[in-house]
């Protein structure tokens, strides 16, 4: 198991591959491999979306992704 970390100003949901997993600022758990996330609406965030890889994760370091309000 792999942890993510997406950071933004405000609670709102993250889509990784196309399925809601969870909220903002919140760990989330997700299978190690490549990966594409962005937000839920309204579109007010850049950039519109992250593809990463993610691997070699631990809950104490997490790949951690910012959207930036806009």
Known sequence: MEYLLVKFT?????IVDDSNEGMTNHMLELE???????????????PE???FILRMTSE???KVITF???
């Open 68 to 70: 930036e309000k806009i």
């Open 10 to 14: 405000e609670s709102r949901g993250v």
């Open 32 to 46: 190690t491999g490549t990966h594409m996330v962005t937000l839920e609406n309204p579109p007010d965030f850049a």
């Open 49 to 51: 979306k992250f593809e």
């Open 60 to 62: 104490l370091s997490p």
